[in-house]
């Protein structure tokens, strides 16, 4: 009998994280998703799975709060074989010139201190029991071009996923461990409708981007479930652009 693998997805109530979540159900792993708010949306999603998504909290600011995340799923679920890190805040537009200490570490608490303490307790719980593992780190297509105006800081954070995803993939090798990072580009979720929602907005996004359009969460969500399939785990620190061919202008 083929054994059962687990998948845990932080912000998996929302957005990218939501449509990997119900897409790696479909694929048939079990899959524990985080939320920070909006409980009855992850509630919502346990109900609809019947009993393949699990919904815990998790402030990933916290660190006591990660810990106590992942103790959690273990005791409740089991050991993980997977992880994607899709808890993401985007802080809007600020110029350089009007950035302060707050704004910066909010979106870098998130992004990048969050996202890393949930590699290391996954890491950390895959060595301790000698399994191998796979993380796929969201990053974005922003890294790639230092974001659009204004959206300097929330790009540099995204850098700061990849860099972090490299060096990752180098230690954790010997263990057994394969780290990813996917850039999504522009997506059509609850963090860009306000954007899409205006029509000159939305015209000059898709301007922007080489195949016209902007992605769908499932476009983002298939090549992560193929990801954590195991079949690419030579390609361990590897980035794979979501971008629909890239920015254009």
Not at 100 to 108: K, N, P
Not at 150 to 172: I, N, Q, R
Request: glycine share 10%; aromatic share 6%.
């Amino acid at each position: 009998m083929k054994k059962e693998r687990l998948l845990i997805v932080t912000g998996g109530n929302r957005g990218i994280g939501r449509q990997i979540a119900l897409s790696a159900v479909d694929a048939g792993w079990k899959v524990a998703i985080s939320y920070s708010f909006s409980q009855k949306l992850a509630s919502d999603m346990e109900i609809a799975s019947n009993g393949r998504i699990k919904a815990f909290p998790l402030d990933v600011t916290n660190s006591n709060s990660i810990g106590d995340f992942f103790k959690e799923i273990v005791k409740e679920m089991g050991p993980a074989d997977a992880l994607v890190t899709a808890a993401g805040i985007d802080n809007g537009q600020r110029s350089v010139a009007e950035l302060d200490h707050e704004f910066v570490m909010s979106t870098m608490d998130v992004n990048v201190v969050g996202l890393i303490l949930c590699c290391q307790e996954f890491a950390k719980q895959a060595i301790d029991t000698g399994r191998p593992g796979i993380i796929v780190n969201l990053s974005s297509m922003a890294a790639t071009i230092g974001g659009r105006m204004h959206k300097t800081v929330y790009a540099a954070s995204k850098g700061a996923v990849d860099v972090f995803t490299v060096g990752a993939a180098k230690e954790l090798a010997p263990h057994g461990i394969s780290v990813f990072s996917v850039r999504p580009g522009v997506t059509r979720t609850d963090m860009t409708e306000k954007a899409l929602a205006d029509s000159k907005t939305k015209l000059k996004i898709e301007a922007s981007i080489a195949c016209g359009s902007v992605a769908e969460p499932s476009d983002i969500a298939t090549p992560v479930i193929d990801l954590i399939s195991g079949n690419f785990n030579y390609a361990s620190g590897s980035m794979l652009n979501l971008g629909g061919g890239g920015f254009v202008i």
